[in-house]
C-alpha cells in the first residue's frame, strides 16, 4: 500500500527522472500499474494456500480464466481506449485471478469444515 501511495504522489517526478518528460501525458499509468504488485500480493496467499491443500485444479482452472479474461479484454480495452486501455486489461486480468482464488480458497475451507 505504501508503495501505490509512493508511486501515486511521485509519479510525475518519476516520469521526468525515467523519460525526461516524453510522457508527461501517461504519467498516471505509472500508480495503475502499481496496482498489479499490490493485488499479486494478495492472491499469493490464496494461491499458497491452495496448493499444500493439494488443489492443483484450482490453480488451472484460475489460469485458464486469467488468460481468456486477459486476451480478450486486451484486445477490446486496448482497440477502443489505447494505453489506458492495456492497462485497464491487466489490472483487470490479476483481479481476476485473486477473485478467482479467493473462491477457490472459499469453497476448499468451507468444505474442509464440513468434513
Given at each position: 500500500g505504501c508503495y501505490e501511495v509512493f508511486l501515486f504522489i511521485y509519479r510525475e517526478p518519476l516520469e521526468l527522472l525515467l523519460y525526461d518528460g516524453k510522457y508527461e501525458v501517461y504519467a498516471l499509468l505509472i500508480p495503475a500499474w502499481g496496482v498489479i504488485p499490490?493485488?499479486?500480493?494478495?492472491?499469493?496467499?490464496?494461491?499458497v494456500i491452495l496448493q499444500a491443500g493439494?488443489?492443483?485444479?484450482?490453480?488451472?482452472?484460475t489460469t485458464l480464466i486469467w488468460a481468456?479474461?486477459?486476451?480478450?479484454?486486451?484486445?477490446?480495452?486496448?482497440?477502443?481506449w489505447g494505453l489506458w486501455g492495456a492497462t485497464a486489461s491487466a489490472?483487470?486480468?490479476?483481479?481476476?485471478?485473486?477473485?478467482?482464488f479467493k473462491l477457490?480458497?472459499?469453497?476448499?475451507?468451507?468444505?474442509?469444515?464440513?468434513?
Open positions: 499490490l493485488i499479486m500480493s494478495f492472491q499469493s496467499f490464496y494461491s493439494q488443489k492443483p485444479q484450482a490453480i488451472l482452472v481468456v479474461v486477459s486476451v480478450v479484454t486486451s484486445v477490446i480495452f486496448t482497440r477502443i489490472i483487470l486480468g490479476y483481479g481476476t485471478v485473486l477473485v478467482m477457490f480458497y472459499s469453497g476448499w475451507l468451507r468444505n474442509e469444515i464440513n468434513n
